[in-house]
Protein backbone atom coordinates (compact mmCIF):
# COMPACT_ATOMS: atom_id res chain seq x y z
CA UNK A 1 0.00 0.00 0.00
CA UNK A 2 0.88 3.65 -0.42
CA UNK A 3 1.70 5.29 2.23
CA UNK A 4 3.42 9.11 2.79
CA UNK A 5 5.13 10.87 5.74
CA UNK A 6 5.81 13.86 6.88
CA UNK A 7 7.41 13.70 10.02
CA UNK A 8 7.36 17.34 10.88
CA UNK A 9 4.56 18.96 12.05
CA UNK A 10 5.44 21.78 12.14
CA UNK A 11 8.14 24.01 11.76
CA UNK A 12 9.37 27.71 12.66
CA UNK A 13 12.35 29.80 11.51
CA UNK A 14 13.24 33.56 11.18
CA UNK A 15 12.74 35.15 7.97
CA UNK A 16 15.99 34.18 5.58
CA UNK A 17 16.86 31.19 7.13
CA UNK A 18 16.67 28.07 4.93
CA UNK A 19 13.78 25.26 5.48
CA UNK A 20 14.04 21.83 4.44
CA UNK A 21 10.84 19.84 4.83
CA UNK A 22 10.72 15.97 4.49
CA UNK A 23 8.69 13.82 2.93
CA UNK A 24 9.39 9.70 2.81
CA UNK A 25 7.09 7.40 1.04
CA UNK A 26 6.00 3.84 0.37
CA UNK A 27 5.05 2.40 -3.23
CA UNK A 28 5.58 -1.24 -4.40
CA UNK A 29 5.02 0.14 -7.76
CA UNK A 30 7.87 1.10 -10.07
CA UNK A 31 5.41 3.56 -12.14
CA UNK A 32 4.30 6.68 -9.86
CA UNK A 33 4.34 10.62 -9.11
CA UNK A 34 5.18 12.48 -6.70
CA UNK A 35 3.74 16.08 -5.56
CA UNK A 36 4.43 18.79 -3.59
CA UNK A 37 1.51 21.27 -2.74
CA UNK A 38 0.99 24.95 -0.28
CA UNK A 39 -1.86 25.66 1.54
CA UNK A 40 -1.66 29.20 2.71
CA UNK A 41 -4.43 30.49 5.27
CA UNK A 42 -6.81 31.14 2.54
CA UNK A 43 -7.46 27.43 2.04
CA UNK A 44 -6.68 26.42 -1.67
CA UNK A 45 -4.16 24.11 -2.17
CA UNK A 46 -1.49 25.35 -4.95
CA UNK A 47 0.55 22.70 -6.71
CA UNK A 48 4.57 23.33 -6.41
CA UNK A 49 5.63 20.58 -8.14
CA UNK A 50 5.12 16.94 -9.89
CA UNK A 51 8.11 14.78 -10.78
CA UNK A 52 7.69 10.63 -12.20
CA UNK A 53 9.74 7.76 -10.54
CA UNK A 54 11.86 7.77 -13.74
CA UNK A 55 13.21 11.09 -13.06
CA UNK A 56 15.72 11.77 -10.41
CA UNK A 57 16.62 14.81 -11.40
CA UNK A 58 16.86 17.64 -8.63
CA UNK A 59 14.25 20.80 -9.58
CA UNK A 60 15.15 24.74 -8.67
CA UNK A 61 12.40 26.91 -9.03
CA UNK A 62 14.06 30.14 -7.71
CA UNK A 63 13.85 29.97 -4.32
CA UNK A 64 12.46 26.23 -3.92
CA UNK A 65 14.11 23.18 -4.78
CA UNK A 66 13.52 19.93 -4.78
CA UNK A 67 15.27 16.20 -4.13
CA UNK A 68 14.28 13.22 -5.15
CA UNK A 69 16.24 10.10 -3.80
CA UNK A 70 14.71 6.78 -5.31
CA UNK A 71 17.33 4.71 -2.85
CA UNK A 72 15.82 6.33 0.29
CA UNK A 73 12.67 6.87 -1.00
CA UNK A 74 12.34 10.71 -0.39
CA UNK A 75 11.06 13.56 -1.79
CA UNK A 76 12.90 16.78 0.44
CA UNK A 77 11.57 20.39 -0.31
CA UNK A 78 13.98 22.87 0.86
CA UNK A 79 13.16 26.94 0.54
CA UNK A 80 15.83 29.16 1.14
CA UNK A 81 16.24 32.45 2.05
CA UNK A 82 12.41 32.03 3.59
CA UNK A 83 9.96 34.85 3.58
CA UNK A 84 6.88 35.29 5.96
CA UNK A 85 4.67 34.74 2.45
CA UNK A 86 6.10 31.45 2.59
CA UNK A 87 4.17 31.05 5.60
CA UNK A 88 1.64 27.41 4.96
CA UNK A 89 1.06 24.07 5.43
CA UNK A 90 2.94 21.90 2.82
CA UNK A 91 1.79 18.78 1.74
CA UNK A 92 3.59 15.84 -0.22
CA UNK A 93 1.69 13.32 -2.15
CA UNK A 94 2.49 9.90 -3.99
CA UNK A 95 -0.24 8.80 -6.86
CA UNK A 96 0.80 5.21 -8.17
CA UNK A 97 -0.65 4.10 -11.51
CA UNK A 98 -2.64 1.56 -11.93
CA UNK A 99 -3.61 -0.71 -14.77
CA UNK A 100 -6.73 1.29 -16.13
CA UNK A 101 -4.68 4.30 -15.97
CA UNK A 102 -6.45 5.64 -12.82
CA UNK A 103 -4.22 7.35 -10.05
CA UNK A 104 -5.19 7.99 -6.36
CA UNK A 105 -3.17 10.66 -4.63
CA UNK A 106 -2.49 10.17 -1.44
CA UNK A 107 -1.27 13.09 1.00
CA UNK A 108 1.03 13.27 3.50
CA UNK A 109 -0.13 14.59 7.08
CA UNK A 110 1.07 18.32 6.07
CA UNK A 111 3.76 20.15 8.01
CA UNK A 112 3.21 23.60 9.07
CA UNK A 113 5.68 26.49 8.09
CA UNK A 114 5.61 29.62 9.82
CA UNK A 115 7.95 31.83 9.29
CA UNK A 116 9.12 34.75 11.83
CA UNK A 117 9.77 38.40 10.65
CA UNK B 1 -7.57 32.96 -8.03
CA UNK B 2 -7.26 29.39 -8.85
CA UNK B 3 -10.32 29.15 -11.12
CA UNK B 4 -12.25 27.05 -8.97
CA UNK B 5 -14.90 28.24 -6.91
CA UNK B 6 -16.68 27.07 -4.10
CA UNK B 7 -20.00 28.12 -2.64
CA UNK B 8 -20.52 28.65 0.49
CA UNK B 9 -16.94 29.38 2.33
CA UNK B 10 -18.44 28.16 5.65
CA UNK B 11 -21.83 26.29 6.50
CA UNK B 12 -23.23 25.27 9.69
CA UNK B 13 -25.78 22.43 9.74
CA UNK B 14 -27.89 20.16 12.36
CA UNK B 15 -27.90 16.49 12.20
CA UNK B 16 -31.46 16.84 10.27
CA UNK B 17 -30.47 19.30 7.33
CA UNK B 18 -29.95 18.74 3.54
CA UNK B 19 -28.06 20.95 2.54
CA UNK B 20 -25.59 20.93 -1.11
CA UNK B 21 -21.71 21.88 -1.79
CA UNK B 22 -21.18 24.04 -4.97
CA UNK B 23 -18.10 24.06 -6.86
CA UNK B 24 -17.35 25.78 -10.25
CA UNK B 25 -14.28 25.48 -12.64
CA UNK B 26 -13.72 27.79 -14.87
CA UNK B 27 -10.42 26.00 -16.67
CA UNK B 28 -12.44 24.15 -19.32
CA UNK B 29 -11.40 20.66 -17.35
CA UNK B 30 -13.10 17.66 -17.24
CA UNK B 31 -11.90 16.06 -14.64
CA UNK B 32 -13.25 17.13 -10.72
CA UNK B 33 -12.81 16.08 -7.08
CA UNK B 34 -14.18 15.98 -3.53
CA UNK B 35 -11.67 15.96 -0.79
CA UNK B 36 -11.77 16.37 2.68
CA UNK B 37 -9.76 17.93 5.20
CA UNK B 38 -10.06 16.99 8.94
CA UNK B 39 -8.28 18.47 11.78
CA UNK B 40 -4.89 16.09 12.50
CA UNK B 41 -5.87 13.64 9.24
CA UNK B 42 -4.38 13.90 5.63
CA UNK B 43 -6.61 14.95 3.03
CA UNK B 44 -8.97 11.92 1.95
CA UNK B 45 -10.30 11.63 -1.61
CA UNK B 46 -14.26 10.99 -1.65
CA UNK B 47 -14.94 11.17 -5.22
CA UNK B 48 -13.73 11.61 -8.53
CA UNK B 49 -15.38 12.50 -11.67
CA UNK B 50 -13.96 11.46 -15.24
CA UNK B 51 -15.99 13.51 -18.32
CA UNK B 52 -19.25 13.46 -15.91
CA UNK B 53 -19.22 9.79 -15.15
CA UNK B 54 -18.33 8.74 -11.43
CA UNK B 55 -14.50 6.61 -11.56
CA UNK B 56 -13.71 6.84 -7.84
CA UNK B 57 -16.12 6.36 -4.93
CA UNK B 58 -13.94 5.72 -2.11
CA UNK B 59 -15.85 3.74 0.19
CA UNK B 60 -18.17 7.02 1.21
CA UNK B 61 -20.93 7.14 3.89
CA UNK B 62 -24.49 7.16 1.95
CA UNK B 63 -24.96 10.57 3.73
CA UNK B 64 -22.38 12.37 1.18
CA UNK B 65 -24.13 12.41 -2.59
CA UNK B 66 -22.02 13.88 -5.20
CA UNK B 67 -23.64 14.81 -8.50
CA UNK B 68 -21.52 15.90 -11.51
CA UNK B 69 -24.23 17.82 -14.38
CA UNK B 70 -21.47 19.22 -16.41
CA UNK B 71 -17.74 18.99 -16.75
CA UNK B 72 -17.65 22.82 -14.69
CA UNK B 73 -19.80 22.03 -12.27
CA UNK B 74 -19.60 19.52 -8.93
CA UNK B 75 -22.07 19.20 -6.10
CA UNK B 76 -22.37 17.40 -2.81
CA UNK B 77 -25.19 17.01 -1.13
CA UNK B 78 -25.43 16.65 2.44
CA UNK B 79 -28.15 14.65 4.65
CA UNK B 80 -28.05 13.55 8.21
CA UNK B 81 -24.31 14.10 8.62
CA UNK B 82 -22.67 13.54 11.92
CA UNK B 83 -20.77 15.51 13.95
CA UNK B 84 -17.18 13.75 12.79
CA UNK B 85 -18.65 15.17 9.16
CA UNK B 86 -17.48 18.63 10.27
CA UNK B 87 -14.48 19.58 8.54
CA UNK B 88 -12.84 21.50 5.27
CA UNK B 89 -14.44 20.31 1.76
CA UNK B 90 -12.26 20.83 -0.97
CA UNK B 91 -13.15 20.78 -4.43
CA UNK B 92 -10.29 20.21 -7.28
CA UNK B 93 -10.36 20.17 -11.20
CA UNK B 94 -7.54 18.65 -13.99
CA UNK B 95 -7.08 18.27 -17.41
CA UNK B 96 -7.69 14.75 -17.72
CA UNK B 97 -9.41 12.14 -19.64
CA UNK B 98 -10.12 7.98 -19.77
CA UNK B 99 -7.05 8.07 -22.23
CA UNK B 100 -4.61 9.88 -19.83
CA UNK B 101 -6.43 8.96 -16.58
CA UNK B 102 -6.93 10.60 -13.55
CA UNK B 103 -5.34 10.78 -10.15
CA UNK B 104 -1.97 11.84 -11.46
CA UNK B 105 -1.93 14.47 -13.05
CA UNK B 106 -1.78 18.70 -11.32
CA UNK B 107 -5.08 19.48 -9.35
CA UNK B 108 -6.38 22.86 -9.05
CA UNK B 109 -7.96 23.27 -5.65
CA UNK B 110 -10.84 25.70 -4.66
CA UNK B 111 -10.91 27.70 -1.59
CA UNK B 112 -12.97 25.22 0.25
CA UNK B 113 -15.91 25.04 2.49
CA UNK B 114 -15.66 24.69 6.37
CA UNK B 115 -18.35 22.52 7.58
CA UNK B 116 -19.68 22.55 10.98
CA UNK B 117 -21.80 20.16 12.04
CA UNK B 118 -23.90 20.53 15.26
Known amino acids: AQKVTQAQTEISVVEKEDVTLDCVYE???????LFWYKQPPSGELVFLIR??????QNEISGRYSWNFQKSTSSFNFTITASQVVDSAVYFC??????????????FGQGTTLQVKP | ETGVTQTPRHLVMGMTNKKSLKCEQH?????MYWYKQSAKKPLELMFV???????ENNSVPSRFSPECPNSSHLFLHLHTLQPEDSALYLC?????????????????FGSGTQLSVL
Open chain 2, 92 to 108: ASSQATFSTGTGFEKLF
Open chain 2, 49 to 55: YSLEERV
Open chain 1, 51 to 56: RNSFDE
Open chain 1, 93 to 106: ALSEVDSSNTGKLI
Open chain 1, 27 to 33: TRDTTYY
Open chain 2, 27 to 31: LGHNA
